[in-house]
């Protein structure tokens, strides 16, 4: 089969200088949705019609949809002459599927069922509508379809039809071209219809057949943000459905986010307003308090992240505890049992196992061993205003509260460091080092009292 996928609309109403198919449905542009439909049909050819808003379009989504080809639309004379635009880069597969590039949640199953129906004959994805304004309605006598007519051209008595034309049809390839040259604009909007090719097939004793989704979401466009909105939540609803079937304990299905993937082992649990981007990974038995972001990360079984973590683009190893309120930026890779808790930010840094950095700390650029104690207030000093320094932490160190460390700089291993050091050259190995001025108490001293 060929894909067309019209996308050259405007968008008026989205009240945006974006083109609305890049606009963002869980964080990816809604084109994209469509084209990793269209893929998964695995066609011959994908053509995106693509117009309004000059080359973004093309430019935005060629780099990551190789072997698509791009028709540009210019003006946009409506939805027939549109896939006129696609002609030259279809193949001589038989079918030609028509998608639109503002419809993102139709699923794969539904458009090959529309293809069987269709066979070698026309196919249209219909949906009967209680509220059918503003959509091209399915005429049919005798239970066949006659043609589309669009609400700007319906009488009285079209519009009463509540069968509408989705706009998702298959096309026999061959008569595609002809059907096409035939078409007219004059009609109430001026426009060459795609629609029309329905009239020419009947004309010609070609069949017309019509398949239908499962849900009527399926076939919702976007026009506006309110419907983005509605389709976002349609979206996420779909997919907390499908982590609830999964056997992942959501605390509420309808305050979740997924913008990419979510794997999960078994008996994970996810509690209130998360959200995920990017690919996320957790391992079986994770749990993931209220109010986190994950983003690029994968978890292994038994970590605990506790609420208003930011998690980003790091590795998680087993039986964990994160939080609340750390900060994980990336390049980070924390063994197993490691802890790190509340306001501690580490960056571009390695973890080792069973290693603690409970309270307040900053550890950028970092290795650190096995068993590590990070004191509160301990801070890596990576940055010297021109270039960032690694520190090395050694396994079984001890480093007190309120330390800085200079780096570059190396703690050997089971070194103690006294709180409130300024570590600026290595520690050596087993012993305790510091740097504080000596405690001195001044007996007989006086606080000053205020003058009358
Ligand atoms: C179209 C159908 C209507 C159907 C409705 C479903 C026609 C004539 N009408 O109407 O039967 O019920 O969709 O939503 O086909 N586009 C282009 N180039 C153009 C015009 C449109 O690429 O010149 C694209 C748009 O970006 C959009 C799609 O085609 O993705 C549909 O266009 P739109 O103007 O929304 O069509 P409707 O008038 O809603
Ligand atoms: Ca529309």
Redesign the pocket.
Known sequence: MNIVI????Q?KRMRSDLP??LHALAGRPLLAHVLDTASSLTPESICV?Y?HGGEAVRETMAPAAPGVAWAR?EP???????VMQALPYLTGAAQTVVL????PLTRPETLRRLCDAAGDGLGLLTVELDDPT???RIVRDNDRVRR?V?QKDASAAEQAIRE????IMVIPTARLKTWLAKLGNDNAQK?Y???DVVALAVAEGVAVATAHPDSVWETL?V?SRSQMATLERIYQRNIAERLLEDGVALADPGRLDVRGSLLSGKDCSIDINCVFEGNVIIGDGVSIGPNCVLKNVRIAAGTRIEAFCHIDSADIGARCSLGPYARIRPATVLDDEVHIGNFVEVKASQIGAGTKAGHLSYIGDASLGKNVNVGAGTITCNYDGANKHRTVIEDDVFIGSDTQLIAPVRVGRGATLAAGTTLTKDAPDGQLTLSRAEQKSIRGWKRPVKKK
């Open positions: 019209l996308a050259a609309g968008g609305k198919v019609v117009g639309q946009q004379l409506g939805t027939g002459h549109a639109y590039g503002d419809v503003g959509y091209g589309i669009e509408v034309n989705t706009g426009e219809y795609l629609t466009g026009n």
